[in-house]
């Protein structure tokens, strides 16, 4: 993923330009310094194009580790609605996560808007809905355990939404925020439909002799990083 010196956090295209967070080397360090004492700085630019020579913007001070905040802070950079942010602005990051670290041919790769990428939404009241974000009532663990088999875009899980089962483990909100996200990511259902009493580590059983803990990443291939 790296491009040069430069590791990028995030690559988002907006409407002819590539947005990016990346960090780097700080200048001036001596050549032989052990990887463990390199220092580094993060920059932000802005390039016409996915493998044009861009121009430096205002230095940012953090980086965007969610969902929601990398959309708040497009909004401000952008300034742009938050509609047209998660419709238009299309995340080039997760598109080369998923091909090798290649990029498109076009700026706007089918299924990597930010709608898509990072399931979001606008509500009746003009805000930010993120499915990445646990439904209220949902357990948390189970929620990250869907989003994993979402990611994988397992043909099972559009049967298993389907099934009764789906709202007794899931709750209500949780089992619309399934529907939803489903919908988002255009999963079709596998070829014969699951028994509907099976529970969800029934169709999606997690390894028994892993120690390793949940975690909730954005993409099936972003612990690759």
Known sequence: ??????????????????YRVLTRPIDG?????????VKYELVRTAAPGLRSDGHYLAKPTAVPNTPRALIA?????LDASLQ???????????????????YPDTMTPAGYTLREVLLGSVDDEGNLRCLYETPKGTNVELWTLFLRALD???????????????????????????REAVRLRALSASAGAIPSWNRFLDVFPV?????????????CNASLL
């Open 152 to 178: 994988r875009k397992s043909p099972k899980l559009t049967s298993y939404v389907q099934s009764s089962m789906a709202v007794k483990e899931f709750g209500e909100s949780g089992y619309a925020a399934m």
């Open 84 to 102: 047209d942010i998660l419709e238009n602005a299309y995340s080039i990051f997760h598109y080369r996560l998923d091909h090798k670290a290649q």
């Open 73 to 77: 802070e497009l909004q401000v950079l």
């Open 29 to 37: 360090q001596p050549a032989l310094m052990s990887s463990y004492n």
């Open 207 to 219: 390894a028994s002799h892993s120690s390793a803990p949940v975690t909730r990443d954005v993409g």
């Open 1 to 18: 993923m790296q491009l040069g010196r430069e590791t990028p956090f995030y690559e988002v295209a907006f409407r002819g330009m590539v």
